[in-house]
């Protein structure tokens, strides 16, 4: 009998500390449940369990330290904590597994009891709908980021985002199977977002260019990234360029896209970091726009397909007006060494260089390279008829040298890169090490690159799936040489393809 007091005055107690601390903070960031529940612990011996007499505010630190494994079991100990623990997720990954695929009810319980979500990412969710997106966006509007891929919801989902999330602040789209073609296409934004919204960044994409009101829409844009997506871009930028004048890092990757686009980019005046890649129509006449009027470019990657449309011309306006350029890809494209010259002269900021398949990048370059970037720290050579005479010009130039990367360079022997390691101990020479190919074309220290200095892909590559691995005793080298002559008569093949499509259209 004085046991069973002793227990409901120990509950009595922590009830009235409950109720205590529910209206004495009244503005903590967890809300309190409508009704606590009695699920109160002792512990086997009838002491308190004084993990339950810790405000749910220190809870949900705490379980914001933990690992996702480790949530998950804690959500499972008692309906506190599962509130608790839902309430502090910021953050929510969705990936089919196998076949199966959350939809509108899933999604909807998922943002019920998870409303401080800041970031969601959906990939190939194909049971998620308009009307799940919707309800989604009425009870998480503090979402940050949003990241969708191969999705099927469509315009009326995207816009329900945009009007409730009034904080988004980054999205990306891939994919987005749920857009309608053509002139029916209902178009998506600006929204509530717009005005918060830094990044945008939409791939592959049928009909992207009914973003076009979001992206026009996006007042305080920084970063546009625009990777495979159909239609002119070329009537579009113009008024992007012209109401959006805040954007710092263009992306613009196998787009209809030409010097008129460029010309309105060049209207970004604060313009700091811009890719091309695989943008044929473009040329040194646009390139040159971009330079003359955006002086403050630090970052410029050019994959210039081997079309030969841009070279010294652009190159050597960039080189007069960009004297803050740090790092400068050049894939498929041909300099010589006059532009180089004039880019290690001026560009006295120039920190990485990388140069891809380009045909007239030879010793007379590299020697160049070596007497005037005084600033380069890493270089980067691949597919370049360069020989050893260019790997001894570097063990004397370019003092401030710690990394160079050489592949594919038949000239170049192991002897050459023995020697140039043997006059400089601090630098770190890397010459065809056979590891597997890089596919990101850059050569910045963040991102995909944030712990080296990569290749970029060179444009007559072509990427094959991996050979599944066995116990038939082959050998990894002799697999890699197998990938290596799939590609190469796949290249021949395509490139025979291409020359008689268009000997039969002239």
């Known amino acids: 009998?004085?046991?069973?007091?002793?227990?409901?005055?120990?509950?009595?107690?922590?009830?009235?500390?409950?109720?205590?601390?529910?209206?004495?903070?009244?503005?903590?960031?967890?809300?309190?449940?409508?009704?606590?529940?009695?699920?109160?612990?002792?512990?086997?011996?009838?002491?308190?369990?004084?993990?339950?007499?810790?405000?749910?505010?220190?809870?949900?630190?705490?379980?914001?330290?933990?690992?996702?494994?480790?949530?998950?079991?804690?959500?499972?100990?008692?309906?506190r904590w599962l509130r608790i623990e839902g309430q502090s997720r910021q953050a929510i990954s969705q990936r089919p597994i196998r076949s199966a695929s959350i939809g509108d009810e899933a999604l909807e319980a998922i943002s019920f009891r998870c409303r401080n979500l800041t970031r969601l990412k959906l990939r190939s969710c194909r049971d998620v709908t308009d009307a799940g997106m919707a309800a989604f966006a009425n009870n998480c509007k503090g979402l940050k980021k949003l990241s969708c891929g191969s999705c099927t919801f469509g315009a009326k989902g995207m816009n329900a985002i945009l009007d409730n999330c009034v904080a988004l602040e980054e999205l990306s789209v891939k994919r987005l199977r749920g857009i309608t073609d053509g002139a029916a296409a209902e178009p998506i934004g600006p929204g509530l977002a717009a005005s918060s919204l830094k990044t945008i960044c939409l791939k592959e994409l049928y009909n992207g260019q009914c973003f076009g009101p979001l992206i026009i829409g996006s007042k305080n844009?920084?970063?546009?990234?625009?990777?495979?997506?159909?239609?002119?871009?070329?009537?579009?930028?113009?008024?992007?360029?012209?109401?959006?004048?805040?954007?710092?890092?263009?992306?613009?990757?196998?787009?209809?896209?030409?010097?008129?686009?460029?010309?309105?980019?060049?209207?970004?005046?604060?313009l700091e970091i811009l890719h091309l890649v695989k943008t044929p129509e473009c040329t040194d006449l646009g390139l040159v726009s971009v330079a003359e009027?955006?002086?403050?470019?630090?970052?410029?990657?050019?994959?210039?397909?081997?079309?030969?449309?841009?070279?010294?011309?652009?190159?050597?306006?960039?080189?007069?007006?960009?004297?803050?350029l740090q790092e400068l890809v050049l894939i498929g494209v041909n300099p010589t060494k006059n532009s180089l010259e004039m880019l290690a002269s001026n560009c006295q900021n120039l920190e990485r260089l990388?140069?891809?398949?380009?045909?007239?990048?030879?010793?007379?370059?590299?020697?160049?390279?070596?007497?005037?970037?005084?600033?380069?720290?890493?270089?980067?050579?691949?597919s370049c008829p360069i020989s050893d005479h260019g790997m001894e010009a570097l063990a004397g130039g370019c003092p401030n040298l710690v990394k160079v990367k050489v592949k594919k360079c038949r000239g170049v022997t192991y002897e050459g890169a023995d020697r140039l390691k043997a006059s400089r101990e601090s630098l770190a020479v890397n010459l065809d090490s056979g590891e597997a190919e890089h596919q990101d074309a850059s050569a910045s220290d963040g991102g995909a690159q944030e712990n080296g200095f990569e290749f970029p892909a060179v444009p007559s590559q072509i990427s094959l799936p991996p050979i599944a691995s066995s116990n038939t005793g082959r050998s990894t080298s002799f697999k890699s040489r197998l990938g290596l002559l799939s590609g190469r008569s796949l290249v021949a093949c395509t490139l025979r393809r291409w020359s008689s499509g268009n000997s039969s259209r002239s």
């Not at 002119?232 to 010097?259: C, T």
């Not at 009027?293 to 030969?308: Q, V, Y």
């Not at 140069?355 to 691949?382: P, Q, R």
Request: aromatic share 4%; net charge positive; with cysteine.
């Open 1 to 79: 009998m004085g046991q069973a007091s002793s227990t409901v005055a120990v509950l009595s107690r922590r009830e009235s500390n409950h109720s205590h601390r529910s209206k004495a903070k009244s503005t903590a960031l967890i809300s309190p449940m409508q009704a606590e529940e009695p699920s109160d612990f002792l512990s086997n011996d009838g002491e308190p369990d004084y993990i339950s007499d810790l405000p749910d505010e220190c809870l949900s630190c705490i379980f914001q330290s933990l690992s996702s494994g480790d949530r998950k079991r804690c959500s499972l100990v008692c309906r």
């Open 221 to 270: 844009l920084r970063t546009l990234k625009l990777f495979r997506c159909s239609g002119d871009w070329d009537k579009l930028l113009p008024v992007i360029a012209d109401r959006v004048n805040s954007m710092i890092e263009i992306h613009l990757e196998r787009l209809q896209v030409s010097d008129v686009g460029l010309a309105a980019i060049s209207n970004c005046l604060d």
């Open 293 to 324: 009027s955006c002086k403050l470019l630090r970052k410029l990657h050019i994959d210039g397909w081997k079309a030969n449309r841009i070279g010294d011309d652009g190159l050597i306006a960039v080189a007069k007006n960009c004297p803050r």
């Open 354 to 382: 990388a140069l891809c398949g380009s045909d007239t990048v030879g010793d007379a370059e590299i020697s160049c390279i070596a007497a005037k970037c005084i600033a380069l720290k890493k270089l980067c050579v691949k």
